[in-house]
C-alpha cells in the first residue's frame, strides 16, 4: 500500500506541474499574441502620424507662399469657386449648357471672314486710310 501511495502522490506531482506549466504556456502564447496585435496597431498609427505630419508640412508650406497679396487672391478665388461668394454689387451668371443636336444646327453654313489680314481690318474699324 505504501508503494501506491507514493506512485499517486509523485503522479499528482507531475500532473500539476504540467498543469501549471500548460497554463504559463497559453499565458504566455496569449501575451506574446497581444503583444504582435499592439505592435501592428503601433505601426498602422505611426502610417497614419507620418501621412498627416507631410499633409500639415504640404499646407504649411503652401501658407508660406500664400503672403500678402498672394494670399488676398487666393482666399478670394477659393471663395468665388468653392463657395460661390460675390462682392456686393456684383452680377452673377449662371450659365446652362444644352447639348446640340444635330437637327438644331442651321441648315445653311455661316459664311467664314475673308482673307483680308487682321492689321488691315482693325485700320477699317479704326477708320484710318489704307496703305
Sequence with gaps: MRLSFAWLRNAVVVALSFA???????????????????????????????????????????????????????VERTARRELNLTYPGETVLLVQWREVTPEALPATPTPLPTAEPNWARWLDVLRLPQP
Excluded: N, P, T
Design 20 to 74: 501549471i506549466a500548460l497554463y504559463f504556456v497559453v499565458a504566455f502564447g496569449q501575451q506574446a499574441w497581444r503583444a504582435r496585435q499592439l505592435e501592428a496597431q503601433v505601426a498602422e498609427r505611426r502610417a497614419a502620424l507620418a501621412e498627416l505630419v507631410a499633409e500639415r508640412d504640404a499646407l504649411a508650406r503652401q501658407l508660406s507662399q500664400l503672403e500678402g497679396d498672394a494670399y488676398r487672391a487666393y
